[in-house]
């Protein structure tokens, strides 16, 4: 196989991926194998791995248990910022912990990114940034004062969803 051939192949495979978690509910890496291969897809779940991983998806509770998302569908536009924020925090719960000024928040795999995004893109603006790693995300702040008031804003949008938050 050419390089070319190899590379039309790959985005078939990961075009296949994405219509298949936006088609049902895909709750492991063997699902999507299996439904591949029914495809005529040769593939193992090493590059299944590697595809979701590119693509983005991360999975999130549902009804189905938890189950493979498009980052789009988690943090789909189309609400005010503080409403997005709601909307993940209801499916996402995240606890909160603290190191000096810096608030740690976690959530469940692979969906730091898009609470990070969602917070960046919210009425919070105490703090000075956010560094999201897979499902833990750091909160910056310059002083005390800020981090307070952020944290109270954060556990009262957290609240409004109905999502779980600690001390």
Known sequence: MTAQTNHDHKLQRQRAIRDLVASGPVGSQREVVDALSAQGFEVTQ??????????????????????????????????????????????????????????????????????????DESSLHEQEGTLAGDNTLLVLFADEPRLERWRERFRIIQTRSGGQHSP
């Open 46 to 119: 090493a590059t299944i791995s590697r595809d979701i991983t590119e693509l983005g998806l991360v999975k999130a509770p549902s009804a189905d248990g938890h189950v493979y998302v498009t980052p789009e569908r988690i943090a789909s536009n189309g609400a005010p910022s503080d409403l997005r924020l709601e909307r993940i925090l209801v499916d996402i719960p995240v606890s909160i912990g603290r190191s000096g000024l810096i608030l740690v928040l976690t959530g469940t795999p692979g969906t730091a990114s898009a609470i990070a995004q969602a917070i």
